[in-house]
């Protein structure tokens, strides 16, 4: 006979499977996840979701946030010498 819990894991779609963790992702920007936190409370940095005390991050939206950064900010010349 098979355990319940397994029949329910299997019935159930992994529901976060598109979602990251703020350490997660600062571990891939190669930022502490303090600095994330201060980006949300000024409203920076890419969109997030609490669910309960932790916070969660759309793979999808991050992706867009990174391209958004990429063309808000253009290389700027510098003055001076070359």
Same mark, same amino acid.
């Given at each position: 006979?098979?355990?319940?819990?397994?029949?329910?894991?299997?019935?159930?779609?992994?529901?976060l499977a598109d979602w990251i963790s703020r350490e997660?992702? &600062?571990?891939?920007? =190669?930022? +502490? &996840?303090?600095?994330?936190?201060?980006?949300?409370?000024?409203?920076? =940095?890419?969109?997030? +979701?609490?669910?309960?005390?932790?916070?969660?991050?759309?793979?999808?939206?991050?992706?867009?946030?990174?391209? &958004?950064?990429?063309?808000?900010?253009?290389?700027?010349?510098?003055? =001076?010498?070359?």
């Amino acid at each position: 006979m098979k355990d319940i819990q397994t029949d329910l894991d299997e019935d159930i779609p992994d529901l976060l499977a598109d979602w990251i963790s703020r350490e997660q992702l &600062a571990r891939a920007l =190669g930022l +502490t &996840a303090d600095t994330l936190s201060r980006w949300e409370a000024r409203r920076q =940095g890419p969109p997030c +979701t609490r669910i309960g005390r932790k916070t969660f991050y759309r793979r999808a939206a991050i992706q867009e946030w990174i391209r &958004a950064q990429e063309q808000a900010h253009p290389v700027r010349k510098t003055r =001076g010498r070359s």
